[in-house]
Every structure is written in structure tokens, then in C-alpha cells.
């Protein structure tokens, strides 16, 4: 299980906010924790974290775009959150692989011969990183 916290939900200016990931497994048949961690985060690793565990489908849903161009370009700046996010979370082995997996994948995705093509791509690569984290 993963979860984000804060003390300052409301955001308020007077009060210093501090963040953290909670992670833990929960054994059902002895019915406790046998792992937890609490790690602190900041706010910019909080933001992608809120991205990382959203539902990509329901904000395209309630996003309006301009146009193509402009869709590639939230979902461009989605991913980058999101690819902070997995080398935050992955450990040094695992992130290199998906490093070398990013590097050929970004080859594909400017080969691609149109900006809606392009777009597909990526949000096929959004939903695989956010796996990932999950």
C-alpha cells in the first residue's frame, strides 16, 4: 500500500506544510504490518505523486485542449512528472532498466508520423510508468 500525507490540506499560507509517502504491506492472515515506511518528500515529489497515482482517462476526460499540440504537450509534461516520480520510487537497478526502455521509447515517439500518433504514445507511456510506481 502507498498513500501521500500532509499536515496542511487546506493550504494554508501561516502553517509550514510537511509531506510524506507511507508505505507499507499488510499481512490479512496475521493481520498486521510486516513492512512500513514513512519517508518525508517535498512538495514537488508530493505534485508527482498526486500525477503518478491519478486516473490519466478522467483528467484527459475533464482537460479541454486548444488543440492537438496542445494535448501533446500536457500529456509531455505529465510524463516528465511522472518519470521523476519512478526514479524516486524504483531502486538504482530497476530505474536503469526502465531508463533504457525511456531512451528507446522517446526514439518511437518522435518518429511517429503525426501529433495525434504521438499522443497515443504517450498515453500508453504515462499508464506503463504508472504502473510502475504502483
Not at 516520480?85 to 524504483?90: A, H, S
Request: charged content about 30%.
Amino acid at each position: 500500500m502507498r498513500a501521500l500525507s500532509q499536515n496542511n490540506p487546506k493550504q494554508f499560507d501561516d502553517v509550514k506544510t510537511y509531506y510524506a509517502l507511507f508505505q507499507g504491506t499488510f499481512d490479512v492472515a496475521a493481520k498486521k504490518w510486516t513492512v512500513t515506511d514513512a519517508p518525508s518528500i517535498n512538495a514537488e515529489q508530493y505534485d508527482a505523486l498526486q500525477t503518478a497515482y491519478s486516473d490519466l482517462e478522467q483528467d484527459l476526460e475533464h482537460s479541454t485542449f486548444e488543440n492537438e499540440e496542445g494535448k501533446a504537450e500536457s500529456l509531455d509534461q505529465t510524463m516528465n512528472s511522472l518519470y521523476g516520480t519512478v526514479q524516486f520510487i524504483l531502486p538504482p537497478a530497476r530505474l536503469a532498466t526502465v531508463k533504457r526502455e525511456q531512451i528507446e521509447w522517446l526514439k518511437k515517439r518522435d518518429a511517429a508520423p503525426s501529433t495525434d500518433k504521438k499522443c497515443k504514445l504517450m498515453e500508453a507511456r504515462i499508464r506503463a510508468l504508472q504502473e510502475l510506481v504502483w
